[in-house]
């Protein structure tokens, strides 16, 4: 057992901490606020984040960064996206020894279009002290995670070794790891579900059913494949847990601040209102803001991703977006993602 330094306190970093605490390695919660890791400490709550739940004593807060990352084996990074290149720079000052960095953050970045491993190695400047990145995905919510409801997600990484030392950190009865060698693909699959999340919520608040929820969720996984294998992702990972598991449960539950994000607006809300009201950062906004520039820049057609664009950041009407997805010339289903994966093997072959 180890001592593992856990950097964003929110409700999914807590969460994991917890997991972390269950498999009997010290963990150092660190957060910005003084009296968020006050709380922490004194009570062992974070009730803000996860309501209701009891942390673990050997969950300890740390306001300092440099406190938090003393000789610790590993380093778990879950900060909003927004935040993870001004986190890592900080980082980045105070770490003394090379130690494997996982991150568990799902987006990409506007402007750069960068996956956020890529960020965190631009920002690390080599690998002086980074052994190595390893992202988990999965569908998993924090709220169900903390009340150690069974859980499986996924690990990947450029090194083999990095993400089975992830898994093992990780692993227990009720919160199952597997590894997956497709580090694009899994980035890939947990950022843009959030975008499809929203067009799930936005058809909720229009007042749809679950016909076009099932349209959007089937769609939207083949608009994720086609950028992903354009990006160099294996196709099948997309049928996995950062895939389509993801998928199913950020469009289909209420602990998703994304579909919450989207019905709301479908009902009317400004995109400033839904922000102010959400209290969490929801990453779908600025994720659909760069995958749509990726999109264009990659001349890869996502026709779902292009409307939800139009409606956040161009002023276009839900309902206007909706009929005008439905109202697209006719297509073949399967041709062009099929036309994608023939064109990645022969790349790789």
Known sequence: MGTISVLGAGSWGTALAMVLADN???????????????????????????????????????????????????????????????TVAELRKVLKKKVVMIHASKGIEPGTHKRISEMIEEEMGGTELLEAVVVLSGPSHAEEVSQRQPTTVTVSSKCHQAAEFAQDLFMNQRFRVYTNP?????????????????????????????????????????????????????????????????????????????????????????????????????????????????????????????????????????????EGLMGRVKKHEVEQLHTDIVDAAYRQS
């Open 24 to 86: 009997g390695h010290a963990v150092r919660l660190w957060a910005r606020r003084k009296e968020q890791i006050e709380e922490i400490n004194q009570r062992h709550t974070n009730e803000s984040y996860l309501p209701g739940v009891t942390l673990s004593e050997t969950i300890v807060g740390c306001a300092s960064m440099e406190q938090a990352v003393e000789d610790t084996d590993a380093i778990l990074l879950v900060v909003p996206t927004k935040a993870m290149r001004e």
């Open 182 to 322: 497709d580090l694009i693909g899994v980035e890939i699959g947990g950022a843009l579900k959030n975008i499809i999340a929203l067009v799930c919520g936005l058809t909720q608040g229009l007042g749809m059913g679950d016909n076009p929820k099932a349209a959007i969720m089937t769609r939207g996984l083949a608009e994720i494949a086609r950028l992903g294998v354009k990006l160099g992702a294996n196709p099948l990972t997309f049928a996995g847990l950062s895939g389509l598991g993801d998928l199913i449960v950020t469009c289909t539950s209420i602990h998703s601040r994304n579909f919450r994000a989207g019905k709301l607006i479908g009902e009317g809300k400004t995109l400033d209102e839904v922000l102010d009201s959400m209290g969490m950062v929801v990453e779908g906004i600025q994720t659909t803001k760069a995958t749509h520039e990726l999109a264009v820049e990659c001349g890869v057609d996502m026709p779902i991703t292009a409307s939800l664009h139009a409606v956040l950041f161009d002023g276009v009407q839900p309902k206007d977006a909706a």
